[in-house]
């Protein structure tokens, strides 16, 4: 499986946007990158995937590059809601597969 | 009307004492799961059923016992409690892991049992 890095933690003033990267570069051509969070003292949430193509639904955008061993999800007016560690996973959409959690990055939104 | 719910939120028992940990979801998934977050806030995955049959089982003590009486319900039996077992329990569903595809990843988790043994 292919293993993911990201920064442990950043900053982010409310009301601006927020840009999550994450590095994934030994990702196979099956692999899909897919975002949760965890908002502190709740269940993680599943916010978005995508394969090759850029993504958006009304949570956030992922802008995965082109050669797909990067993405970046990208929450367009952060508040302070979305202060949560965020996750960013790789899976194949084979076989009974587990989500495999990482350490995230902690995003703090400040006022 | 809540996805999938737990019951209870909190539980606080003594060691060697047995408890259980009750998950329903009303999403019509297939797949239930129930996770672990320990103090240090690792999510690992403890099983999976499909449609009331276990298909993932990590290297979870035997003191564990899930049980689904349906595909609705995923319930969690753990006796003989150890100081170990406090942490965090969430149980989540999906779309069929057996069918596969990607929506199978997009998990749905319950609020959380906060487990704490004395």
């Known amino acids: ?111 | 009307d809540t996805a999938v719910s737990q019951t209870p939120k909190y539980l606080v028992t003594q060691m060697g004492n047995d408890k259980s940990i009750k998950c329903e979801q009303n999403l019509g998934h297939d797949t239930m799961y129930w996770y672990k977050q320990d103090s240090k806030k690792f999510l690992k995955i403890m099983f999976s059923y499909n449609n009331k049959e276990l298909i993932i089982n990590e290297t979870v003590p035997n003191r564990f016992s899930p049980k689904s009486p349906d595909k609705a319900h995923l319930n969690l039996h753990i006796n003989s409690l150890e100081l170990g077992d406090s942490a965090v329990y969430f149980c989540a569903s999906s779309h069929s892991i057996i069918a596969g595809g990607p929506s199978s990843y997009e998990q749905y988790f319950g609020p959380g049992t906060r487990l704490t043994v004395t």
């Open chain 1, 1 to 111: 499986d292919a293993k993911t890095t990201q920064p442990p933690s950043m900053d982010c003033a409310e009301g601006r946007a927020a840009n999550l990267p994450c590095n994934h570069s030994t990702i196979s051509g099956n692999e899909y990158v897919y975002w949760y969070r965890q908002i502190h003292s709740q269940g993680p949430q599943y916010i978005i995937h995508g394969l090759k193509n850029n993504e958006t639904n009304e949570m956030a955008s992922l802008i995965i590059t082109e050669d797909r061993k990067s993405s970046t999800l990208i929450l367009p007016h952060a508040t302070l809601r979305d202060t949560a560690v965020y996750y960013c996973i790789v899976r194949a959409n084979t076989g009974f597969q587990k989500l495999v959690f990482g350490t995230g990055t902690r995003l703090l939104v400040s006022p």
